[in-house]
């Protein structure tokens, strides 16, 4: 006993400051986007989970500036840029975050509080960082309980109990040493330069149970993630295939600040884990190939520049199971693209965000069930699904370090595809009209407003106008939606 409790002192004892990876759900993301949108630091080619000592390396010649007097950051950035800069090098090595979640949905003057409408979330967050003496660890957890209408989609991984639910949204280990980086448990990474979403790999869907590690050396990276899809809770648990996915990713920093990356995902079904699928470093078209499987091969290429006056600039085509064999019936095309441009404004504090996303009709689709690239009923890839395009513009001010604000302007266009209906099994012209058949249109403007009153605490509210024209891919259907939220944060 005695040795278990020295164990745990020594273990604890090595815990020290700051957060060493950083989430989407990092208290202060927004305020990291807009520090490397204006061009101050630089994450690389930004996937998450970012390491917080890569931000902090390209923070501290400009850290140094600022106390010297001598930076060209404009006056108003700069407090953002210390405040980002002492909460990441001077942080606590526990964290706790509590947040409080409110949201009208389906809103009309009369049942706004209406129990059908309403959903309430309540998340709290698990934070413990550390260094030892080769590298550094961090193990977090974050657990929900929400409370909604039944067909609130955000609790599927929840089943009721007495009136109660209980998500796991992310319980991780991670470790990094120098540039590279390992984590296990359940996490959501994101490769891609989606500022809506990604294309790739979507940061909509639940948080998947995996393992992935990064190596990174000079210009050269590659990263792995592999990961089951198949439910854990007992509802799934009878299901004759269990699916599985690995995804791997080589990266290349070239001159003019461009970033080039080809990406392979393998998606397939089986009783257990395929081991010829578990090499990070084979080639998954090949070994599909070479094994006469039908799998899902899904390939990316992904193009990112900032050479203009630091502008991110990104494109990204989605190519779905390139057919290897020449005497098989004619293919569909299954094709993803997606470009985004994030332009800052000569006001201090203002920058733009436009974003373009297009999904042909049977992308995401597969003959067989199992190997459909979805997860919890929700598409892998953007989120609009396939047979779709999206429009995205977004105006973001940041006022200080304390308040900000944005506008959000989108449309999309949805035809009858869906992912769950291949060509396989519908048949017909490979090459159909985009988007096909009836053509469902969504217009969206919201607000968002965030202040962080004090450090341990933060308010966020917003409200969403949604105009929907032949929703459901049904004729002549109109509707309005107008949804509001506001949500509470305590940090400790």
């Keep these: 006993m005695k040795k278990i409790f020295l164990l745990l002192f020594v273990v604890f004892a090595l815990f020290v400051f700051s957060e060493k990876f950083i989430y989407r759900d990092y208290n202060y993301y927004g305020y990291v986007e807009y520090l490397v949108k204006k061009g101050y630091i630089d994450t690389g080619n930004n996937d998450i989970p970012i390491l917080v000592s890569d931000i902090i390396n390209s923070m501290e010649e400009t850290a140094i500036e600022i106390e010297n007097n001598v930076s060209n950051i404009p006056k108003n950035d700069i407090p953002i840029f210390m405040f980002i800069y002492n909460d990441l090098t001077k942080g606590s090595p526990f964290k706790i975050k509590n947040e409080f979640y409110m949201k009208s949905m389906n809103y009309d003057s009369i049942e706004f509080f209406n129990n059908d409408s309403l959903m309430f979330d309540l998340k709290n967050e698990f934070y413990l960082v550390g260094n030892m003496e080769f590298a550094d660890i961090q193990i977090a957890i974050n657990s929900r309980m929400p409370y909604g209408p039944k067909n609130y989609k955000d609790t599927i991984r929840a089943l009721e109990w007495k009136g109660t639910k209980t998500i796991i949204d992310k319980a991780a280990i991670g470790i990094s040493y120098g540039e590279n980086y390992i984590i296990m448990g359940r996490f959501l990474p994101a490769w891609g330069q989606g500022i809506f979403d990604n294309m790739f790999l979507s940061r909509k869907t ?144 203002l920058y733009i965000d436009l974003e373009y996303a297009l999904i042909t009709k049977w992308t995401g689709t597969h003959e067989h069930s199992e190997c459909v690239y979805n997860y919890y009923s929700e598409p892998m890839l953007y989120f609009i699904g396939p047979d779709s395009d999206f429009f995205g513009l977004r105006i973001n001010y940041m006022f200080s370090n304390k308040i900000s604000a944005s506008y959000i302007y989108n449309i999309t266009r949805s035809g009858e595809g869906t992912m769950y209906l291949s060509h396989e099994e519908e048949g017909g012209d490979p090459h159909p009209p985009f988007p096909s058949g009836i053509v469902e249109k969504v217009r969206s403007n919201s607000f968002s407003f965030e202040y962080n009153v004090f450090k341990w605490f933060g308010i966020n509210c917003g409200i969403e106008a949604v105009n929907y024209y032949n929703r459901d891919n049904i004729r002549a259907i109109s509707e309005f939606d107008l949804n509001m939220y506001i949500q509470g944060v305590i940090r400790l």
């Design 206 to 349: 639940e948080n998947y149970d995996g393992l992935s590690f990064r190596l990174k050396k000079g210009m050269l990276e590659f990263s792995y993630f592999v990961a089951t899809l198949s439910p854990g809770h007992a509802t799934f648990r009878d299901e004759v295939f269990t699916r599985y996915v690995s995804f791997h990713k080589v990266g290349f920093y070239l001159p003019y600040n461009t970033y080039f990356a080809f990406k392979e995902i393998i998606l397939y079904g089986s009783p257990i884990m395929e081991t010829r699928y578990l090499n990070p470093f084979v080639v998954y078209y090949f070994t599909q190939w070479n094994g006469h499987a039908d799998d899902n091969i899904i390939w990316s290429i992904e193009l990112i520049n900032k050479h203009f006056n630091g502008i991110p600039i990104s494109f990204e085509m989605f190519i779905d199971d390139l057919q290897y064999d020449e005497d098989r019936r004619v293919a569909p095309d299954k094709i993803g693209i997606i470009g985004n441009i994030s332009v800052p404004i000569i006001i201090d504090g």
